[in-house]
């Protein structure tokens, strides 16, 4: 992908794998291998690294990165606990560096023009928060590391309903508290269902419930459906729909639809969706400016902490966790 991009090249990769990066090369023969990071970030001159890595590394690599001043994307989840981040945040407080967290979601049309919507504020106050995250990928035990909870961090809540949590934190603000149960069915070390209830920091509650053992949803699907004293808006992977009971800061009364095609933006170069070409733009365009981008490590620092806090109250029976908010 970044490769496809007119303001950079790829010049070289790091993977403990021989074989993959051998399969690299036969479409990039210049590219430059290495088996180890660390080498490869003592051998070249980079401009910036996506860090496309087991959970657990993240934060060990982002920190070599750190060191040699090389500013990083680096793919979701930040790391398996929020305790994990702690020292990069320190060091990217000490000496800021441009860096980012793979949570592409927010490039996606439509949850763009849900973001909008709700920054507009024509609902009025919110009430009421109903959310979900399903996909049909899992009906037996898994294999990998995906699956081991020490190097992932858990199940489905923090692999694909981190999207979602990101997503609700960049719409509605911090999460203050949670309660939450998770479920395991088909793995043995990590759950394969979760639901929680949240209450935000602006006083909007509600809940949301996450499966990768649903049938019958192929690819991944968020829903966002949140009520307000003035209507309803609800966003999904496929439109945004808006009901309001009044007109209001320049949303007609009754319903508004917009669908995907209706909201698509062209790109470049499309590799899996147009939203994984924005988030790389994004991020090298902020290094080539030399500024920050909102989606960073401490945007999804605390995106693991309502992680953490939903497992730390589903071992307590789902008693309330209240999130600190500290990083």
């Known amino acids: 992908m970044v490769n496809g991009l007119k303001s950079a090249d790829v010049v070289a990769a790091a993977d403990p794998a021989r074989d993959l990066l051998q399969a690299l090369q036969q479409s990039?023969?210049?590219?430059?291998?290495?088996?180890?990071?660390?080498?490869?970030?003592?051998?070249?001159?980079?401009?910036?690294?996506?860090?496309?890595?087991?959970?657990?590394?993240?934060?060990?690599?982002?920190?070599?990165?750190?060191?040699?001043?090389?500013?990083?994307?680096?793919?979701?989840?930040?790391?398996?606990?929020?305790?994990?981040?702690?020292?990069?945040?320190?060091?990217?407080?000490?000496?800021?560096?441009?860096?980012?967290?793979?949570?592409?979601?927010?490039?996606?049309?439509?949850?763009?023009?849900?973001k909008q919507i709700v920054q507009d504020q024509p609902l009025g106050k919110l009430v009421h928060l109903r959310c979900s995250m399903y996909v049909g990928q899992l009906f037996k035990r898994g294999k990998g590391w995906r699956y081991e909870k020490d190097k992932s961090g858990g199940g489905v809540l923090i692999t694909q309903n981190s999207h979602l949590l990101d997503h609700l934190q960049w719409y509605f603000g911090p999460v203050e508290w949670v309660s939450g149960h998770v479920k395991s069915w088909h793995s043995t070390q990590v759950e394969d269902f979760a639901h929680a209830y949240l209450g935000f920091k602006s006083g909007l509650t509600g809940y949301l419930d996450a499966s990768w053992s649903i049938r019958?949803?192929?690819?991944?699907?968020?829903?966002?459906?949140?009520?307000?004293?003035?209507?309803?808006?609800?966003?999904?992977?496929?439109?945004?729909?808006?009901?309001?009971?009044?007109?209001?800061?320049?949303?007609?009364?009754?319903?508004?639809t917009w669908r995907k095609p209706d909201?698509?933006?062209?790109?470049?170069?499309?590799v899996g969706g147009p939203e994984y070409t924005r988030q790389d733009a994004e991020f090298i365009n902020a290094v080539a400016a030399g500024r920050m981008v909102a989606c960073d490590v401490r945007s999804a620092y605390h995106v693991q902490q309502v992680i953490d806090a939903v497992y730390e109250s589903s071992a307590a029976g789902g008693r309330r966790v209240v999130i600190s908010g500290d990083a």
């Not at 490869?40 to 087991?54: F, K, N, Q, T, Y």
């Not at 993240?58 to 930040?78: D, G, M, Q, T």
């Not at 909201?263 to 499309?270: E, F, G, K, S, T």
């Open 28 to 114: 990039m023969p210049n590219l430059a291998t290495y088996e180890d990071h660390e080498q490869m970030l003592a051998s070249e001159s980079l401009d910036a690294a996506v860090i496309a890595a087991p959970n657990d590394l993240h934060v060990a690599i982002s920190l070599a990165c750190v060191a040699k001043r090389v500013p990083f994307l680096v793919e979701k989840p930040l790391c398996p606990r929020a305790a994990d981040a702690r020292e990069l945040l320190l060091k990217l407080a000490e000496a800021p560096l441009t860096n980012a967290v793979g949570y592409m979601g927010r490039h996606v049309d439509v949850f763009v023009k849900g």
């Open 216 to 256: 019958h949803y192929r690819t991944p699907e968020i829903s966002i459906d949140v009520h307000g004293e003035n209507g309803t808006l609800t966003v999904t992977d496929d439109a945004v729909r808006l009901f309001l009971d009044r007109e209001r800061n320049g949303y007609p009364a009754g319903w508004s």
């Open 263 to 270: 909201l698509y933006r062209p790109v470049p170069i499309d």
